[in-house]
């Protein structure tokens, strides 16, 4: 049974224990990188040996010995091409390990968000989780692929750098790595001052949400057009924008004055060579082998630049990274659905809420349902009425376990819904929600989702019976029409129709509806009915209503009211009484009869 939160690593360790996933190709990648490092340097060797050639045999130019310079010539050619080869390598070793590890972190991504309970969907967003599975995880796969080879490659390199720096002459070699001591020491403070790290994590997120506002605004163009919203939309968007710009403009600006000095001074590392370069100079005998050390630190020593700026890039885009990891971490350490270690099953199918408390934010105490009681019966209708926010979708929600209940409990027959499994639940239960989720496939597939054993046969009688066989054979493929391909547009009254032969395919002993027939027309509504009917054939059906029209005949109407149940009983019941839904009632027929006047008149 899973019930804590797990937790993660933070930072490099957890970016490296991803990494090892695929570890051998990892280290093959690393070590072949940092040979292409050390292969790098070969062409200043090979630099070393011709400077040595030419101050051997300066002035009499005519003696250079040309079969040995070039020996050097594809000397460092050679390392080149070396260089070449073996970082390829290592990038073709890290890309494999990378798609690998984000096969794997997909994968496991996609069975933990199957396994959370499905209201965290809800609480979530799909735009924001497939934000984190699109955008983080493929950070991920850019630092395996990218960054960790280039990383050990600029750990390295500064190390053959001090190696060869040292070798050759110490006295030119000390001053210019006290030269990449002080760069050293700048970027450590760059990256270590008051608040870089919150900075960082400011501008990711001011970032973030101007992706999200212009996404918005995009995406709604059409609603704030016909709305005539477009000055209002704009300001939220240009709010972020503002807010962006106030926040990146300063942020820029302080890292002006130091990043310019960090340049400056790897750039001109040489200058330290120069003072040494006199010293030196002035107390040698051997003039000749002065100037070929010289010349050589001269040439060498301005490649360090591109070395440390190699360095500075993978410190910020490895902290970019890290953001990413923690999001994805957060989910993934969202605890998983409590399966029970005795699992039950049941052969009735009444839904029993007993008591039941819930609140969607537990920190702010605010109930959604608050002692909750009430029956529904097999075989019969019950319908949830009652004022917007008054609880009933959380009673659709809470039925199939999308949630857990605070306190009390949910019954289906004489079991709490937690003690069966999740499968066994969703066997169990059908749900028609407003937004119906249709998958890019053949209608045929979409339907037989339901259940995945449905012969040809059931898939066109469920078609029939929810009224979609005529529309669907209307189509250029029938059943094998792919839904989302061109030219193929479904009505939403249509796509509902399509969800409830899912259902009726599904065949389970429980119905859930929730407001299913918000958005349809008169003579969609006339359909969907119809299909109902099938659908809900001696089933225990919990039907979701704002339409006080579509419940008038269910076996019992169960009237919400701050989350709690105020009324319960058929609709006569309830008119007599006088309460409020008699008083709905009446609102209900106002306006129905003040819409058909309306019209004739
Ligand atoms: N995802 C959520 N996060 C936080 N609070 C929520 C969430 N969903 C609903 N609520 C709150 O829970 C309470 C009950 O909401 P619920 O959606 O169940 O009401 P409803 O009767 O179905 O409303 P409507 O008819 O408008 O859909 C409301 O106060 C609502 O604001």
Redesign the pocket.
């Known amino acids: 049974m899973e019930d804590s939160k797990k937790t993660y690593k933070t930072g490099m360790p957890r970016l490296l224990e991803l990494a090892a996933t695929k570890k051998p190709l990892v280290i093959l990648s690393v070590i072949l990188s940092s040979l292409a490092a050390i292969a790098n340097f070969i062409p200043f060797i090979a630099i070393y040996f011709v400077i040595r050639e030419i101050l051997r045999v300066w002035p009499e130019f005519s003696n250079l010995n040309i079969s040995e310079l070039m020996k050097f010539a594809y000397m460092a050619l050679g390392g080149m091409l070396l260089n070449v080869f073996l970082y390829v390598s290592a990038l073709m070793c890290s890309h494999i390990a990378a798609f690998g590890t984000l096969y794997e972190l997909k994968i496991n991504f996609a069975s933990h968000l199957a396994k959370v309970p499905l209201?965290f969907h809800?609480?979530i967003g799909s735009g924001k989780l497939r934000k984190i599975t699109d955008e983080n995880i493929e950070k991920i796969e850019q630092f395996i692929a990218h960054q960790l080879p280039d990383i050990v490659a600029a750990f390295v390199a500064p190390i053959v750098m001090l190696i060869l720096l040292l070798a050759v002459d110490w006295r030119f070699g000390s001053a210019a790595i006290l030269g990449m001591a002080i760069a050293f020491a700048m970027q450590i403070l760059l990256y270590g001052k008051d608040g870089a790290k919150e900075m960082m994590a400011k501008y990711q997120t001011s970032l973030e949400d101007m992706n999200n506002a212009s996404v918005e605004y995009i995406r709604g163009i059409s609603v704030v057009k016909a709305y005539k919203q477009t000055v209002y939309s704009f300001q939220s968007l240009h709010k972020t924008i503002k807010e962006y710009t106030d926040m990146v403009i300063p942020y820029t600006l302080s890292w002006e004055n130091p990043m310019s000095m960090y340049t400056t001074l790897i750039n001109h590392i040489y200058l330290f060579l120069l003072p040494v370069g006199i010293l030196v100079g002035m107390n040698t005998t051997d003039y000749r082998k002065f100037a070929i050390t010289f010349i050589f630190y001269l040439i060498f020593v301005p490649s360090i630049a591109g070395v440390l700026m190699k360095v500075l890039y993978v410190n910020s885009d490895v902290t970019r990274i890290f953001n990413g990891v923690e999001a994805m971490d957060k989910i993934l350490s969202e605890p998983e659905l409590k399966q029970p270690i005795h699992p039950k099953t049941t052969e009735s199918f009444q839904v029993t809420f007993k008591n039941v408390e819930f609140?969607?934010?537990k920190e702010e105490k605010?109930?959604?349902?608050d002692g909750v009681d009430f029956c529904a019966n097999q075989g019969e209708v019950t319908a949830?009425v009652?004022?917007?926010?008054?609880?009933?979708?959380?009673?659709?929600?809470l039925t199939p376990r999308f949630f857990d209940v605070d306190s009390g409990k949910i019954l289906i027959g004489e079991v709490d819904v937690r003690d069966f499994t999740s499968s066994y639940l969703m066997e169990k239960v059908s749900f028609v929600f407003q937004d119906v989720f249709l998958f890019k496939q053949s209608i045929y597939d979409n339907i037989a989702m339901g259940n995945p054993n449905a012969t040809k046969a059931d898939i066109e009688s469920a078609a029939k019976a929810a009224q979609c066989h005529e529309f669907i054979e209307k189509l250029p493929n029938g059943y094998q029409t792919v839904i989302g391909t061109k030219g193929v547009h479904l009505s939403g009254g249509e796509q509902q129709r399509l969800a409830i032969a899912r259902a009726i395919v599904k065949d389970a002993p429980i119905v859930v509806l929730?407001?299913a027939t918000a958005f349809a027309d008169p003579e969609n509504e006339h359909l969907i009915q119809k299909a109902f009917e099938k659908l809900m054939k001696n089933k225990t059906v919990i039907i979701?209503a704002?339409r006080l029209s579509t419940v008038r005949n269910a076996n019992k109407i169960i009237v919400?009211d701050q989350?709690k149940v105020i009324e319960e009983g058929t609709h006569n019941d309830l008119v007599a009484k006088e309460g409020k839904y008699a008083a709905m009632w009446k609102t209900y027929n106002t306006t129905s009869s003040w819409v058909m006047n309306d019209k004739e008149a």
Do not use: N, V
């Open positions: 209201g809800i609480m609140s969607y934010k605010i109930k959604a349902l949830i009652g004022p917007s926010g008054s609880g009933k979708s959380t009673i659709a929600h929730d407001e979701i704002h919400m989350g």
